[in-house]
């Protein structure tokens, strides 16, 4: 094999509490993480020594600033081959939005590697290296629905949902995690979010109920700097979503419908022309871990 083409999922977050402050300046989570059917397309091809990067999104780094090169770098050490691969990403995950965009190319960058250089590696080392080249990057190695604490690298896999319709709104406004964070240490405004309570309504496959707590902690943090999240908010529920939520640190909101036909509708009347809209859908974990 020397070339190899795999999607890299988005995921959006349907439940993030913040628990605290750990000592080496990560927050200790609790989430709920779904990938979604918005994906890159991550290109592999053997050459002989080195990575590059391209991509055909002119804002995304192409040497040691992407973290798909950093994967690629830690895998090819690691296994001590004699190689190098030159890496394409199709970018349509929009960038620092919350959805995971940069882990998940990584997480792909792993799983291509491993496949592409026919690597004697475990599963085990492989999670390993997902979980230090950042907190994100271990979900999106399996995919599907899980509960995610820790740093968020820590996973346990929940079954599927039943297919949610979902329309993406992502403003253009630049969001930084890190700073998002050092926000939320200083305003100290938690939410209520019974993540234990919405674990266990998944596990025990009961329909959900979107006003049973699904929340985000880092909502009203990332809303104080940007009018644009409940802006964006007001607008999906006057549209008719029955629920929206910012995924991650944002500034992307999500919004919830019945139907496909219903989230294309809105998409083709979205009021604000800035924004970057997408209708998507839930994908199983079947899907996303053969990906
Ligand atoms: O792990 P990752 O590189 O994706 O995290 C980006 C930034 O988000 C970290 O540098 C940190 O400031 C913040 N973060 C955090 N606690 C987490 C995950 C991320 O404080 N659990």
């Given at each position: 094999m020397e070339e190899i083409v795999l999607p890299a999922p988005a995921k959006i977050n349907l439940a993030l509490k913040v628990k605290g402050l750990r000592a080496d300046g990560y927050h200790e989570l609790e989430m709920i993480m779904q990938t979604i059917g918005l994906h890159d397309r991550v290109h592999l091809k053997k050459i002989a020594g080195g990575i590059r990067v391209v991509s055909s999104?002119?804002?995304?780094?192409?040497?040691?600033?992407?973290l798909a090169y950093r994967a690629a770098e830690f895998i090819l050490e690691q296994s001590g081959i004699d190689g190098g691969v030159e890496i394409f990403i199709e970018k349509n995950i929009p960038l620092a939005a919350g959805l995971a965009g940069g882990s998940t190319d990584a997480a792909a960058v792993l799983k291509g590697i491993s496949k592409l250089y026919q690597l004697k590696i475990s599963d085990e080392v492989i999670r390993e290296m997902a979980s230090k080249l950042g907190s994100d990057v271990s979900f999106c190695l399996k995919g599907g629905t899980s509960y995610a604490y820790g740093r968020g690298e820590q996973l346990e896999q929940l079954p599927d949902l039943n297919k949610i319709h979902i329309i993406l709104i992502t403003p253009p406004v630049e969001v930084s995690t890190a700073f998002i964070y050092r926000e939320y240490d200083r305003l100290k405004n938690g939410l209520e979010i019974p993540v234990s309570r919405l674990v266990e309504i998944i596990k025990q496959g009961k329909e959900i109920n979107w006003q049973e707590g699904w929340a985000n902690d880092l909502e009203p943090v990332t809303a104080r700097l940007f009018n644009d999240i409940y802006e964006i908010k007001g607008i999906l529920k006057e549209m008719g979503v029955k629920f929206s939520l910012m995924t991650g640190s944002g500034p992307t909101i999500f919004g919830i419908l019945d139907k496909g036909e219903e989230a294309l509708f809105i998409k083709d009347n979205w009021p604000r022309k800035e924004d970057f809209v997408f209708v998507t859908s839930t994908v199983k974990q079947e899907f996303s871990e053969l990906w």
């Open positions: 999104h002119p804002g995304l780094p192409e040497g040691s600033g992407n």
